[in-house]
């Protein structure tokens, strides 16, 4: 019996046109930061499957993050920029999609059931760094890059949009 390993071009779609939808209208409105990014986080975490950990990493001084809202397990209190993928999406202000984190150099281990990271830098009105969306999975390659643009469009939409 042939088993074929599921390509990322057949994946199902993680990040549905209506959970965007959802989250739009409950932060329509509102400017508060950590009130959005603990939307965001509670939304994301219960709504996708084999997403192990979703939340935010603050920018609170120069070059370090601390843990923000989020869902899921312990995670790291401090990243500094210099370390781990969030501090990696940070310091170069990118996205990162990390399809095996062991492969990562420098990846901070909060949790040992984490496979596959996916952060996303958010920006503020003022263009300056807010701080990361880290979503983590316990499964492998499991994200893709559609659902990173998604995402990213979707912090713009709450971080730096004027008519939010």
Same mark, same amino acid.
């Given at each position: 019996?042939?088993? /074929?390993?599921?390509?990322? %071009?057949?994946?199902?779609?993680?990040?549905?046109?209506?959970?965007?939808?959802?989250?739009?209208?409950?932060?329509?409105?509102?400017?508060?930061? +950590?009130?959005?990014?603990?939307? #965001?986080?509670?939304?994301?975490?219960?709504? #996708?499957?084999?997403?192990?950990?979703?939340?935010?990493?603050?920018?609170?001084?120069?070059?370090?993050? /601390? +843990? @923000?809202?989020?869902? =899921? &397990?312990? @995670? !790291?209190?401090?990243?500094?920029?210099?370390? @781990?993928? !969030? @501090?990696? *999406?940070? &310091?170069?202000? /990118?996205?990162? #999609?990390?399809?095996?984190?062991?492969?990562?150099? =420098?990846?901070? *281990?909060?949790?040992?059931?984490?496979?596959?990271?996916? #952060? +996303?830098?958010? $920006?503020?009105?003022? =263009?300056?760094?807010?701080?990361?969306?880290? +979503?983590?999975?316990?499964?492998?390659? $499991?994200?893709?890059? /559609?659902?990173?643009?998604?995402?990213?469009?979707?912090? &713009?939409? %709450? $971080?730096?949009?004027?008519?939010?």
């Amino acid at each position: 019996m042939l088993l /074929k390993q599921k390509s990322k %071009l057949n994946k199902p779609e993680l990040i549905k046109p209506e959970l965007i939808a959802r989250i739009l209208a409950f932060c329509d409105g509102e400017d508060d930061e +950590i009130a959005i990014m603990a939307t #965001v986080a509670g939304e994301l975490y219960h709504a #996708v499957d084999n997403f192990d950990w979703v939340g935010f990493y603050r920018v609170v001084g120069p070059d370090l993050m /601390k +843990i @923000g809202p989020y869902q =899921g &397990r312990h @995670g !790291c209190l401090v990243i500094p920029f210099a370390r @781990g993928v !969030c @501090g990696a *999406a940070a &310091r170069d202000k /990118k996205i990162m #999609v990390i399809d095996d984190v062991k492969d990562f150099d =420098g990846h901070i *281990a909060c949790s040992d059931s984490t496979q596959s990271e996916l #952060v +996303i830098p958010c $920006f503020g009105k003022d =263009g300056e760094l807010l701080g990361v969306l880290d +979503i983590d999975s316990d499964q492998p390659a $499991f994200f893709t890059k /559609k659902d990173a643009d998604d995402l990213d469009q979707l912090m &713009r939409k %709450l $971080f730096m949009d004027d008519t939010n």
